[in-house]
């Protein structure tokens, strides 16, 4: 790829920070370094293979205390619902509301701002690999080429980082896009992910860290990326492997269908033939909304197959027939919910972030919100002079959960929807979203725990004995 007239070729190549791929990890490390007034005087390049902001994402998230702009959250719901073929729950929130922000506009926004500040630079470009150079040696070339990051997420850039809903948080995707928290939750239960800013471990500061990209190669004394699979991806350790997949529609129509108001949490009363299987609906008025066919499988299904399960459900549900309706966009995507635990760093002084640093959570896919957290904790820990979070997975205890839940969609999959069903018939759902933000403390998991049938656990947690013993 070549320089375009809107982002021509950068005329420095060494710079403090290089952010490597402006997804939703990109653009919120960005956005929290153009906030500190330490690091104004930083130089930084933001690079991609396109820093056009593109409406192909929604990011959904409930933990609002880190959102860089509140005026772009697109649609707010304070009801949330959820079916089964023999049940169905809504409730309306007390602690938190459901928010939805669309990548386009969260784009649109930060790149501005960018484009405004003296001491960013914006580039187009592909990004190849990185490297950290010394004094006295040198690191051969990491190339990423072959593990981008979109062969992970069929919806994600191929330059660019890969997190949200998933949505990160809209129960829908990853990028697609997520937060580690930078603050102490006391009795709460802590973090949703350990943030720690190592105070000791500072990069090395006679090395430099260096971009291979299609333009030619840049330095800077830190990079961070969500561009690549870290080196070694497939030799992690990895017991556990399952994609969350969608095809979503934002369709419009010519009547009154949807209660805006209230969002479709997950609706399990769809066949099963696939592996775990709902469909997400979000409206945003009466007349259109957001309807996301999804699946937790090893493996994912046909164009076809997602377009027959939402014109399926768009008509049985909605009353709407094929047609009848306008498709205004489509969202797709593809996140992994896997045990494997991601390296903070693509090596020396080249941070991983967004799904490349681990940040999605293995049972939900949501990243949003924890891209949030992590992101403005990097911001902190740089404004004080420190090394970035090293530490930046979840709780051993959550990463326990996660496992099991993992297990039992994997090995059973009619038992995991039975499990859904329990968890919001016996909970609030404040506390099961307290619970998925992982803000929960160690007795209230366990009264979570009770509410849902403890047998599948066992087996799970039988299964799973080496990894649970030796740290998760």
């Known amino acids: 790829m070549q320089p375009t007239e809107s982002y021509p070729m950068a005329k420095d190549r060494n710079y403090d920070y290089i952010i490597a791929g402006a997804g939703a990890a990109g653009l919120s490390l960005v956005w929290n370094i153009m906030q500190r007034k330490e690091l104004r005087d930083r130089r930084v390049l933001l690079v991609d293979r396109s820093l056009e902001p593109l409406r192909d994402k929604t990011w959904c998230f409930w933990d609002d205390s880190h959102v860089p702009f509140r005026d772009l959250i697109h649609h707010t719901w304070e009801t949330l619902a959820v079916r089964f073929p023999d049940a169905q729950f809504s409730e309306t929130l007390k602690t938190y509301r459901y928010h939805c922000v669309r990548s386009d506009d969260y784009a649109g926004k930060i790149l501005e701002m960018a484009r405004e500040c003296p001491n960013v630079t914006l580039l187009e470009a592909d990004i190849d690999g990185f490297e950290f150079k010394s004094g006295d040696s040198e690191e051969p070339p990491l190339s990423g080429r072959s593990d981008r990051s979109d062969e992970i997420l069929a919806s994600g850039k191929s330059s660019g980082s890969v997190e949200n809903r998933a949505y990160g948080e809209s129960g829908g995707s990853v ?102 299987t709902f469909v997400y609906v979000l409206p945003f008025s009466k007349r259109d909304a957001l309807v996301e066919y999804t699946l937790f499988s090893p493996e994912i299904i046909s164009d076809e197959a997602y377009r027959q399960g939402l014109e399926e459900y768009i008509e049985q549900r909605c009353g709407l027939a094929p047609g009848s309706y306008e498709i205004e966009y489509t969202e797709k995507g593809v996140i992994p919910m896997e045990d494997r635990r991601y390296p903070a760093r693509y090596c020396r002084n080249v941070w991983n972030m967004g799904t490349m640093g681990g940040l999605t ?101 039988y299964g799973m004995k080496h990894r649970v013993l030796t740290g998760a």
């Open 361 to 461: 959570k293995p049972s939900t896919g949501y990243t949003f919100t924890r891209i949030q957290h992590h992101t403005a904790a990097i911001a902190e820990a740089l404004s004080r002079g420190k090394n970035p979070p090293e530490k930046i997975m979840s709780p051993y205890r959550f990463r326990v959960y996660d496992m099991l839940l993992l297990y039992n969609l994997h090995r059973d999959p009619e038992t995991s929807v039975t499990i859904f069903r329990e968890l919001f018939r016996n909970n609030r759902f404040d506390r099961i979203l307290r619970f998925l933000e992982e803000h929960t403390r160690f007795d209230q998991d366990l009264r979570i725990m009770a509410s849902v049938p403890w047998m599948p656990f066992f087996r799970a947690l």
């Open 175 to 276: 990028e697609n896009r997520a937060s580690v928290e930078n603050r102490a939750y006391g009795e709460s239960g802590g973090s949703e992910i350990s943030s720690t800013i190592d105070e000791t471990n500072i990069s090395d500061k006679k090395g430099t860290a260096v971009m291979h990209s299609s333009v030619g190669t840049f330095t800077a004394g830190h990079i961070f990326q969500s561009a690549l699979r870290p080196p070694g991806f497939h030799q992690l350790k990895l017991d556990l492997s399952l994609l969350q997949h969608f095809t979503g529609w934002h369709i419009r129509t010519e009547r009154d269908v949807f209660d805006p108001g209230t969002a479709m949490f997950m609706d399990f009363d769809v066949p099963q033939d696939n592996g775990v």
